[in-house]
């Protein structure tokens, strides 16, 4: 319940809220991320590679909206497991390559079932996601204008 005569209610908080959102579904996706080994951040590091590869890691940060140097240390968990391989690339030796390793791509089977997965466990149907998702965008593209 919002507490319209307190502007600072913290329940009133849009910016509480989505940060209370964001743990909370992430934490949904752990234990159907964990058979594979995956935590979050790595799993939107498959999803951009099963999307777009080989991408250099500059690429894969700018995808995600994180800084390289979050990118590197994902990427050097997910070669530990097998699902990747980092490389020079032949045209510029200062830029890392990262392709999907056979593992990796054999991956992309399981996590097709994910989406459908999590919207069971969020109790969404794809109408409930896409405006959340165009909501979501607006939000993002709002404070990147900023």
Same mark, same amino acid.
């Not at 390289?68 to 690339?89: D, F, H, M, N």
């Given at each position: 319940?919002?507490?319209?005569?307190? /502007?600072?209610?913290?329940?009133? *908080?849009?910016?509480?809220?989505?940060? $209370?959102?964001?743990?909370? $579904?992430?934490?949904?996706?752990?234990?159907?991320?964990? +058979?594979?080994?995956?935590?979050? /951040? *790595?799993?939107?590091?498959?999803?951009?590679?099963?999307?777009?590869?080989?991408?250099?890691?500059?690429?894969?940060?700018?995808?995600?909206?994180? %800084?390289?140097?979050? $990118?590197? +240390?994902?990427?050097?968990?997910?070669?530990?497991?097998?699902?990747?391989? =980092?490389?020079?690339?032949?045209?510029?030796? =200062?830029?890392?390559?990262?392709?999907? @390793?056979?593992?990796?791509?054999?991956?992309?089977?399981?996590? %097709?079932?994910? +989406?459908?997965?999590?919207?069971? =466990?969020?109790?969404? @149907?794809?109408?409930?996601?896409?405006?959340?998702?165009?909501?979501?965008?607006?939000?993002?593209?709002?404070? =990147?204008? *900023?």
């Amino acid at each position: 319940m919002t507490d319209t005569a307190n /502007p600072l209610a913290l329940e009133s *908080q849009v910016c509480f809220a989505l940060s $209370v959102a964001a743990r909370s $579904v992430i934490a949904a996706y752990r234990p159907v991320l964990e +058979p594979v080994g995956l935590t979050h /951040p *790595q799993y939107l590091v498959m999803l951009a590679l099963w999307e777009n590869e080989p991408l250099s890691v500059r690429q894969l940060a700018d995808l995600l909206a994180l %800084e390289p140097a979050t $990118v590197s +240390p994902l990427v050097k968990r997910l070669e530990a497991l097998g699902y990747v391989a =980092r490389r020079r690339s032949d045209t510029d030796e =200062r830029v890392v390559e990262i392709t999907l @390793t056979d593992t990796g791509r054999e991956l992309r089977s399981y996590a %097709e079932t994910i +989406p459908g997965t999590m919207m069971q =466990r969020l109790g969404m @149907t794809p109408d409930d996601l896409r405006d959340l998702h165009r909501t979501m965008s607006a939000l993002i593209s709002a404070t =990147r204008d *900023q």
